[in-house]
């Protein structure tokens, strides 16, 4: 019997087919049968740039504006950098025009006002941090020190839509959004009650939940997070009320799924399943967050050809990961309750509290429990299988996190997309440098563009785009945060634009500069 909800037990039968189906050794079939060579891809030891036909420029946004005339003096000019467009495949040395919020040129010979020299550096559309939380005057710039120019929320917003677009508006150096945190509700006082993590909706419960959730998608939160490891108590039932108002609004769901380990009760495949079986009940596409970390670990393959399964069956579903071999989350959390040692393959030694160099023993695990700190599970994540995971086209980047000034955070939150650039393509060659790139812009663009329109000008490096763009040294782009010191800024960067504007210049950040937007869901 599963915990996939009081409501619903698993078919034991159909668990077992999946684990007996032998999905790792099955991986390369399936590749081939779906016209993809994944199989390959999982299996090779580097990557090589395949030369393709490019276009000559980027392509215009079909809304881009008047062509610009010849002779045309614009205000500002990027000029001789290598500019990558995911969207379009371009990659090669050309000049970016930008005027106001927007890119309105790009072409050979531009001539500008104002010029920045990026000979031997990339030009890029700003990164998009699919799953981030709310940008903290603290936090937010080690997003921007990383790249970011848009940090979306969609592991959950912790508030109501209205307070929280409220709460940051103007205040921020890159945009920001984010979904409707289904967790949330667990224990704060609203219309359907106070109701504890390991508690079950009622039916008038869920009605009430339902009608909070319309309210909020209407008022721009974008798509519905659901958390069911640290809510354990979430049906069935909950989910599926909740995933029709998504549908009806057009709206995806994001997933932290309910089960990390594959070891019984409870395993990854059951709650990979349960993601996909809400998926064909509701018709709701669904994204599966930070997947090396939660329904992948030391499954990676057979999750992978789960999800290519599913993907081949037409179900709509995507996934995301951060780089690191190690996950973090706060002691107090339903992830540490019961037999954690066995389930992660870790002990006490491995949790080392974040923003120090502490180690937990057996003896002071229960006083780290009471104080809630967020510990970094050291060697929890197999890097065989991040580098695994990377390597699939539709998988995305994220972080999974967002710095605060008590430091006792991850630190994914300051060096993701620089640790990507760094390691796994110029180090690693896990990926191209076109590819990584596209899962930090176009793919997230794309996914999230059916519930917030202005995605649809975002992640892209062509005329008529968001000026929402990053220059960056292909050499030397690293980061450089550590369990140890989380606060520690990424270094490559020397230019990152938000809206036309400025936030960091030849490396420094522009800390006047608060040119973000909140990104409505319309």
């Known amino acids: 019997m599963s915990s996939l909800g009081p409501d619903r037990p698993v078919s034991d039968t159909r668990r077992k087919l999946l684990v007996t189906m032998g999905f790792g050794a099955t991986l390369a079939a399936l590749g081939r049968r779906l016209g993809d060579p994944i199989g390959q891809v999982l299996a090779a030891d580097d990557v090589e740039e395949v030369p393709s036909q490019r276009p000559a420029a980027p392509p215009a946004l079909p809304d881009a504006g008047p062509i610009p005339t010849d002779g045309q003096t614009y205000p500002l000019v990027i000029k ?4 990558i467009d995911p969207d379009s495949g371009f990659d090669g040395v050309i000049d970016v025009a930008i005027e106001g919020a927007k890119v309105v040129a790009v072409g050979a010979g531009l001539v500008g006002l104002e010029a920045i020299d990026a000979s031997g550096k990339v030009v890029a559309p700003g990164f ?3 799953v981030s939380a709310e940008p903290n005057a603290f936090g937010v710039w080690f997003k ?15 508030n109501y839509a ?16 984010g979904a409707w945190h289904q967790h949330f509700i667990r224990g704060s006082d609203s219309d359907v009650g106070a109701v504890k993590p390991n508690e079950s909706l009622t039916d008038a419960q869920i009605a009430a939940f339902a009608e909070l959730t319309d309210f909020n998608l209407t008022n721009g939160l974008a798509g519905i997070c659901f958390s069911p490891e640290y809510s354990p108590g979430t049906t069935v039932a909950e989910m599926e009320a909740l ?24 395993t990854s495949f059951e709650a990979i399943e349960e993601v996909l079986q809400l998926a064909r009940t509701t018709g709701a596409s669904v994204h599966i967050e930070h997947l090396s970390s939660t329904g992948g670990t030391f499954v990676m393959a057979d999750t992978l050809a789960m999800l290519e399964a599913a993907r081949a069956e037409g179900l709509k579903v995507t996934a995301d990961l951060y780089p690191y071999d190690f996950w973090g989350t706060t002691l107090a959390s339903e992830r ?12 006490y030694e491995n949790l080392q509290v974040a923003g120090s160099s502490r180690r937990l023993t057996e003896a002071d695990f229960d006083e780290a429990v009471r104080e809630n700190l967020l510990v970094a599970a050291i060697g929890s994540i197999p890097e065989a299988e991040v580098q695994m995971a990377l390597r699939v086209p539709w998988m995305m980047i994220a972080s999974d996190g967002i710095l605060t000034e008590t430091l006792n955070h ?10 990507v650039l760094g390691r796994y393509v110029r180090e690693l060659g896990i990926l191209s440098l076109p590819d990584a790139l596209a899962k930090m812009t176009i793919l997230p663009a794309r996914l999230m563009e059916p519930m917030i329109p202005a995605m649809a000008y975002k992640g892209r490096l062509q005329r008529g785009a968001d000026a929402d763009l990053v220059i960056f040294d292909p050499a030397t782009v690293s980061d450089r945060a550590t369990v140890e010191s989380p606060a520690t800024m990424s270094v490559g960067f020397s230019h990152v634009f938000v809206d036309g504007q400025a936030v ?13 937007r909140a990104l409505r869901a319309g």
Not at 162 to 177: L, Q, V
Not at 243 to 266: M, W
Not at 410 to 419: C, L, Q
């Open 128 to 130: 998009i941090d699919l």
């Open 80 to 83: 001789n950098g290598r500019v």
């Open 336 to 347: 540490f309750v019961g037999g954690w040692q066995s389930r992660y393959r870790i002990s």
């Open 162 to 177: 209205n307070a929280f677009f409220d709460r940051y508006a103007g205040e921020s150096p890159i945009h920001f959004g």
């Open 243 to 266: 995933a029709r108002v998504a549908v009806a609004h057009g709206h995806s769901l994001f997933f932290h799924v309910r089960f990390s380990d594959p070891d019984e009760p409870g």
């Open 144 to 158: 921007a020190g990383d790249g970011v120019t848009t940090n979306l929320a969609m592991h959950g917003v912790n």
């Open 410 to 419: 991850h630190p994914r939150g300051a060096g993701t997309f620089a640790r």
């Open 504 to 516: 960091m210049v030849d490396g420094l950040l522009q800390r006047d500069v608060l040119p973000g």
